[in-house]
Nanobody, 114 residues
């Protein structure tokens, strides 16, 4: 059974940082590209970043380049998202996903507020 379990969310002040983790199990992690997506209150899903199977290639929308960094540790079957200089508009539930699939985690809440 595929499982994706996010962690690391929380309440942070504007300008702060968080590192999200996604523990993967039930599939061969390093066979797949992975992604982070988010959903802000009352809004649709927004793609945040993607990474290829071995971490050599990473992808971001322009709005997140320079603040967010996706990475993975295939030895630990774990995906990460380092988020710096957080803004209130980054408040959302963040999900990890096997890219192009219907497999998602349960999400972790990130709230950016003073």
């Amino acid at each position: 059974e595929v499982q994706l379990v996010e962690s690391g969310g929380g309440l942070v002040q504007p300008g702060g940082s968080l590192r999200l983790s996604c523990a993967a199990s039930g599939f061969t992690f390093d066979d797949y590209a992975m992604s982070w997506v988010r959903q802000a209150p009352g809004k649709g899903l927004e793609w945040v970043s993607g990474i290829n199977w071995n971490g050599d290639y990473t992808y971001y929308p322009e709005s997140m380049k320079g603040r967010f960094t996706i990475s993975r540790d295939n030895a630990k079957n774990t995906l990460y998202l380092q988020m710096n200089n957080l803004k209130p508009e980054d408040t959302a539930v963040y999900y990890c996903r096997i890219s192009g699939s219907s497999y998602w985690g349960q999400g972790t809440q990130v709230t950016v507020s003073s």
